[in-house]
């Protein structure tokens, strides 16, 4: 007789897992989580200790950001599960798709305040899509199989199981068979209807001047070919959000750039006087509205998102086409009519005006270091092809104005939460789910400050990133705030840092501090060549700022431009101008 | 709160089917929450299907808010349906017991009260009566302020449940087609995408 098939539900979650398609995971152990960490040592799992369960949280999210897959990230209950609201949070702002798994108190201890007991599920109730209790071992596979799916599917998003104690120990004779995931409310793929299908293709097709909003949700839906495709065919201009970056080469001759309160004037310009928005997996959100009474007037407006939640949220649409973008795409381009609309493209060109002479790239070099001048270093240098992590603040946005990402999923940012400390956990995930692309962090010195402890982990994997520290001793995007509207008043902005370079070298990684715009070249490529992880320190200006600007609740086309003066030197001063890095088709 | 676009806040019905599991009461409630509703009532009870809770939820808010909320709550995983049926032709009914301190003259008084108003006289102690309606809620408001004078002491009200005129309507469960099964580890199930 053979011996009947028997499993704990410690080894059912790691069978589930790899079921799933998992092979890592990004976790910190501890006493409710301890059987399923017992039982992964015989499972092929490679498990990446953290420093801290946010980073855990964060790169499992940088790894299916990177990849397209979900992310899975593990913690003990109580503190463990605690330390990754801000990772979950900002998980479920950016859909990213990541399942955390959280072991719990023993089913009987649950609501008797036990050693590190918290409702974990009710603290993420409204920061998961979705989330589950599991206390009977033949609950864990199917709650771990349900999440994978309610995860990955439609908009996609994080989802928490926290499974108790006891149901990981406790043994079982019944072999789950997971089979199509039984949930009758949840539908993750709305069709829109065809009569909404012929009224967004008319509105395309009449407009003079349209405008596409390209979204990150092109990403989630892998459509970048056929906006690509509908773009071209009907000469429509396209603007992007922060997520969208990627979703269209930056170097397409119809990509205008970034929309929004750091994007670029003419972009948001051509919004303003558009007739016609076609939003693309984007939400409207408020930094890339400005004020809603005045923003794209003159546009009918079509939104395309798999989330009906987000049609009429902040803008009124005239067209909700509610669907997978992809699928909606190729229902509507075989109606979509080849246009010539020079005339409107031409406009656009005009709207630039000497905003590229403004623009900090072609002012003369005074031997100042600016986050400009090092961002577009590591562009040149790194051939655009690197995946760059950004924390927030001015060094995102700089990022996303001067390194111009050719390919999809090379730039993971958090844009919805805003999550300082990101970057650095966001690249091992990065790096770990795509480890023959050249990874950087690019991070204030204070995002970096709120993880830096992840340099450990780098250390231990052995894992090689490239770090990139602007460092202005402020708390810069606030402190920008404060000059702007606060009349100067730098409260709690001021920050002191470590020697990042001596405590990367610390862990054994390598560090460099850059102080002049001639270090930028030797120290990128010095990073680049070496085997481990090198933090370059980047001392830049002080006080420089992100321009342009749309200050909160104004008209999106009155930006605060960067003043012709504030640039050091002399305006005559007959350097070349930077063009290379803004291609100048716009 | 402050009114949304289209103005007025009155009060919106929402009716929202569920799968009945642990924990979903809270997950709906909390999307009220979260924008710092207070839900003026709530009630709660099995649907026809097995497996599926019906909820009848009202919320005083403006009508774009109140679209909001709907999509908010379609877009729950365990959330099988949900409607705004504030406009819809629909009978509107709350249960209520009211205990009325009454001997004598006034006790003989609240019972012909009670015959008269429609409320049924459900328990009679010595020192006071129980007094049981279903109306409309503005019904049951009116028959409170009759019995005021004579002293509630104690009043219990469920909160309104509704259902649509007609044979037909939007508020046909949904549940009826397609019910929800228990998603346990189904064994009995053959033909899975992957098993462990």
């Known amino acids: ?586 | 709160m402050t009114p949304g676009p289209d103005g007025r806040i009155r009060p919106h019905i929402f009716v929202v089917w569920v799968e009945d599991l642990p924990g979903v009461l809270n997950r709906v409630t909390s999307l009220f929450r979260r924008r710092g509703f207070n839900i003026e009532s709530l009630s709660v009870g099995p649907a026809r299907a097995p497996g599926v809770s019906r909820m009848t939820i009202v919320v005083r808010t403006d009508a774009t808010t109140a679209r909001r909320m709907l999509v908010q709550l379609s877009r729950l995983v365990n959330v099988l349906r949900a409607d705004d049926i504030t406009n819809e032709p629909a009978i509107h009914h709350e249960l209520a017991m009211f205990k009325i301190q009454a001997t004598g003259e006034e006790r003989t008084q609240v019972i012909q009260l009670a015959g008269a108003t429609g409320a049924r006289l459900v328990d009679i102690a010595p020192e006071s009566v129980v007094l049981e309606a279903t109306a409309s809620p503005q019904k049951i408001d009116g028959l409170a302020e009759v019995l005021r004078p004579y002293g509630i002491v104690e009043q219990v009200r469920t909160g309104l449940v509704g259902m649509a005129r007609g044979a037909a309507s939007v508020m046909t469960d949904p549940d009826a087609r397609k019910p929800p099964k228990r998603r346990r580890a189904s064994s009995d199930e053959s033909g899975g995408s992957h098993s462990v």
């Open chain 1, 1 to 586: 007789m053979t011996k009947r098939w028997r499993r704990t539900g410690a080894q059912l979650i790691w069978e589930t897992l790899l079921g799933e398609g998992v092979h890592t995971v990004f976790g910190y152990p501890g006493g409710a989580i301890l059987p399923a960490y017992d039982a992964m040592l015989d499972y092929p799992i490679r498990h990446i200790l953290v420093r801290h369960e946010q980073g855990a949280t964060h790169m499992a999210d940088g790894y299916s950001r990177a990849s397209g897959e979900v992310g899975v990230a593990v913690a003990t209950s109580g503190p463990g599960a605690t330390n990754m609201v801000t990772g979950i949070a900002t998980a479920m702002l950016d859909s990213s798709p990541i399942v955390c798994v959280t072991g719990q108190v023993g089913s009987a201890l649950i609501g008797t305040d036990a050693f590190q007991e918290t409702d974990v599920t009710g603290v993420t109730l409204p920061i998961t899509k979705h989330n589950y209790l599991v206390t009977e071992v033949d609950e864990i596979a199917p709650a771990l199989h349900e999440a994978f799916y309610v995860a990955r599917s439609g908009r996609p998003g994080p989802v928490l199981v926290d499974i108790t104690k006891d149901a990981q120990q406790a043994f079982t004779q019944r072999r789950p068979r997971l089979g199509k995931v039984d949930l009758p409310g949840y539908r993750p793929e709305p069709r829109p209807p065809e009569s909404e299908l012929q009224s967004a293709a008319e509105l395309i097709n009449r407009a003079e001047r349209p405008v596409i909003l390209a979204g990150h949700g092109i990403l989630i839906s892998g459509a970048m070919g056929q906006v690509r495709e509908l773009a071209e065919r009907a000469r429509i201009p396209i603007a992007m959000t922060l997520l969208g970056i990627g979703a269209i080469p930056a170097n397409h001759s119809l990509n205008m750039g970034m929309m929004g309160m750091h994007g670029e004037s003419w972009v948001n310009q051509a919004i303003q006087e558009a007739d016609l928005l076609l939003a693309l997996g984007m939400r409207f959100d408020d930094r890339v509205t400005g004020s809603l009474k005045t923003y794209a007037p003159n546009a009918a407006k079509i939104h395309i998102d798999i989330d009906p939640a987000e049609f009429n949220k902040n803008v009124r649409v005239d067209v909700a086409l509610a669907g997978d973008l992809s699928a909606v795409l190729a229902h509507l381009l075989p109606v979509i009519e080849a246009r010539d609309r020079s005339e409107w493209l031409g406009s656009i060109r005009g709207f630039k005006g000497d905003t590229a002479v403004r623009d900090i790239q072609n002012l003369p070099d005074m031997g100042k270091l600016y986050a400009a001048h090092v961002i577009h270093d590591i562009w040149r240098m790194t051939g655009g092809k690197a995946i760059v992590t950004t924390d927030v603040g001015q060094h995102q946005m700089w990022e996303a104005q001067y390194y111009r990402h050719n390919e999809p999923r090379s730039l993971i940012t958090s844009g919805g939460l805003g999550t300082m400390g990101f970057a650095l956990p966001a690249a091992v995930g990065a790096k770990v789910a795509r480890p023959d692309d050249e990874v950087w962090v690019i991070a204030g010195d204070g995002g970096f400050q709120i993880t830096m402890c992840e340099l450990a982990t780098i250390a231990q994997e052995r894992l090689k990133l490239n770090v990139a520290i602007i460092n202005n001793g402020y708390l810069g995007m606030v402190r920008q705030w404060q000059e702007f509207f606060y009349d100067r008043r730098y409260a709690g902005t001021p920050i002191l840092s470590p020697d990042f370079a001596a405590l990367a070298r610390s862990f054994g990684l390598g560090g460099e501090v850059v102080k002049t715009r001639q270090e930028v070249e030797g120290a990128v490529e010095r990073a680049r060549a070496d085997e481990r992880t090198v933090v370059l320190d980047f001392q830049v200006e002080k006080e420089d700022t992100v321009y342009p600007m749309v200050p909160t609740g104004a008209r999106l086309q009155d930006m605060i431009r960067r003043p012709g003066q504030e640039a050091d030197g002399d305006p005559e001063s007959e350097e070349e101008p930077v063009a290379a890095g803004r291609t100048v088709e716009w």
